[in-house]
């Protein structure tokens, strides 16, 4: 690639590095609510606890790159946050440098195809790699969000480096590299459940993706060997504590609440009877309002949320046909949403294929194992849940499958034509960068009607000057999987009365008997203070404000 064009990889890679890590540093204070699950879970490894570290629900390997930087770094209370979205940042730079091994090993295959004697050439490299880097910054920084605590990013990461093995061994047969394939699809399983069955797929691509000979098919036997020795380990583990052969309850889980019956995420007590029979459950205190125990046997700040494959084991899906279709329907809207705000993307690729014609739909077709690689994962989700943080790596290699089968009229116009048309697409996708960290920015930093980062390190504080100590039960209303003050000061929710909707009007709007009822309940379980986060002006008698935040607190105390 010449460096004398006007974008040198080293620029494209010291932008992508800037806006990430200004997409990281605008949220260093937040927290989301599976992020909290992954610290705990963390915890637990570095603690020697494996019957509480070991999850049906969370994946491991971003549980040890949190829990491993926290145990090493022991961070005060206002740095804990800090430290895991710096763990993002090393996250992100390592999927910036797995993409550059990904689109190398791209362009090393269109140069050794050779196009010198024929009508058609694909794009110049410094096209190419500038909409590349464009693509992977979309695809990180507005799909995924390097911001997120979720392990999104880091199935980005494995799944790049898996796409540069397929495209390397479509040409070159090394079984060293083909072991290392196997070896990727395995780590790839323990950052998320998903990829085993798209790990498995992935192989079988693998497989097709080159000319078939005996020393392809023992390659392909090689990697299966390695992703067995990676992925294995930890599906005896979890299956020895299920008691039945599992990989993971994630997707069985999803499937159950958001496909058919629709079981409850969290505090399913048996309804809807189709979904199964539960066989440990939340304890049910009152049913108006609706107050649960849990103090245990899980751990964790917030047990419902820390493993939900217990609570909620038992749960099945049922195939329903209708419930099928308005789920794909459903995921096929969110995928046109996440395109229709790339329209530069999709303009700009639409124009290259139409330009290029036959030999670039040819050439598409021929590049069929990416945009199998790809396409695995998007059709996966399709059948469950659809989020872009799930599907930001697969989108981008879709792109870069179809921009690397671009094979334009060989003649003095194309070079100059083709510039324009990337720079005004690298032009819509940096816009559409610079507009979803400026959101972030505002949302940081614009007062709603939940809690701010900053609120809940505040809280945290103030409960501590309270009296409350690391351990010490408490209880809340609300939805504990955003309570984050009680991870930050260590304290274990061990009850609430449930009420997830805006005000907690589920809690309020009861009559002043039924809240004393609960609060009886919520003192029965052994909470010391009950918290609640923007109670209305009328509340009860003994709720007092935390500091400066609209976090209130009650104590139970008698």
């Known amino acids: 690639m010449n460096e004398s064009k006007a974008f040198s990889e080293r620029s494209l890679l010291m932008v992508c590095i800037a806006l990430g890590a200004a997409q990281i540093w605008i949220v260093r204070y937040a927290m989301n609510q599976d992020g909290m699950s ?15 570290a070991i999850s049906g629900y969370w994946s491991p390997m971003y549980t040890w790159l949190v829990g491993a930087a926290l145990y090493l770094i022991r961070p005060s209370m206002g740095w804990e946050f800090k430290t895991v979205h710096l763990v993002n940042f090393v996250i992100y730079l390592g999927a910036l ?27 110049p490299d410094w096209i190419f790699c500038g909409l590349g880097y464009a693509i992977f910054l979309w695809g990180t920084v507005v799909l995924i969000d390097p911001g997120d605590v ?197 303009a700009g690729v639409f124009i290259f294929i139409l330009w290029g014609g036959q030999p670039t739909r040819s050439a598409i077709v021929s590049n069929w194992p990416l945009l199998a690689a790809a396409g695995l994962s998007l059709c996966a989700y399709s059948v469950v849940l659809v989020r872009s943080r799930y599907v930001g790596g697969s989108f981008v290699l879709l792109f870069i499958a179809i921009l690397a089968s671009v094979r334009l009229p060989k003649n003095t116009q194309t070079a100059v ?49 309270l009296g409350l100590r690391a351990g010490d039960p408490v209880a809340m209303i609300g939805d504990g999987t955003v309570s984050y003050w009680a991870r930050l000061g260590r304290f274990k929710i061990v009850a609430e009365a449930f009420s997830p909707d805006a005000g907690q009007r589920q809690f309020w709007g009861e009559s002043l008997e039924h809240r004393e009822q ?19 002006e009328t509340m009860d008698p003994g709720w007092k404000q935390i500091s400066t935040t609209n976090y209130y607190v009650y104590s139970l105390a008698k």
């Open 150 to 346: 979720t392990p999104d990013l880091l199935v980005a990461f494995f799944l790049f480096l898996i796409a540069g093995c397929l495209v390397e061994l479509s040409g070159h047969e090394s079984y060293g590299e083909f072991a290392i394939f196997g070896a990727l699809c395995g780590a790839a399983y323990l950052s998320k459940a998903a990829m085993f069955p798209v790990g498995i797929g992935l192989v079988a691509v693998l497989l097709f993706s080159g000319k078939m000979s005996k020393r392809r098919v023992a390659g392909v036997l090689l990697a299966c060997l390695f992703f067995a020795i990676v992925s294995l380990p930890y599906v005896s583990a979890l299956s020895k504590q299920k008691g039945r052969l599992t990989f993971g309850d994630s997707g069985k889980l999803a499937y159950a609440s958001m496909v058919s019956p629709g079981v409850p995420q969290k505090h399913w007590q048996g309804t809807p009877t189709e979904g199964g029979t539960p066989k440990h459950t939340t304890r049910q205190l009152l049913e108006h309002p609706p107050v649960f125990e849990f103090a245990e046997p899980v751990g964790g700040t917030y047990a419902p949320w820390y493993d939900p494959s217990y609570w909620n084991d038992g749960a099945h899906g049922k195939f329903r046909l209708r419930s099928q279709i308005r789920v794909l329907a459903q995921s096929a809207r969110n995928y046109m949403k996440m395109l229709e705000r790339e329209l530069g993307l999709l």
């Open 417 to 465: 034509l083709a510039k324009y048309v990337a720079l005004g697409v690298m032009g819509t996708i940096l816009f559409s960068v610079l507009g979803r960290v400026a959101e972030t920015a505002y949302m940081a930093n614009t007062v709603y009607a939940y809690a701010l980062p900053k609120d809940d390190l505040i809280a945290a504080e103030g409960l501590q000057r």
């Open 518 to 536: 609960a609060y009886e309940c919520l003192r029965r379980s052994g909470a010391k203070m009950v918290v609640a986060w923007a109670p209305p």
């Open 97 to 123: 440098f797995a993409f550059r091994f990904f689109l190398h090993a791209v362009l090393r295959a269109i140069r050794e195809e050779g196009t010198s004697g024929e009508e058609h050439v694909p794009l």
């Open 38 to 52: 992954y610290l705990d879970v963390g915890d637990a490894y570095f603690r020697g606890d494996w019957a509480r």
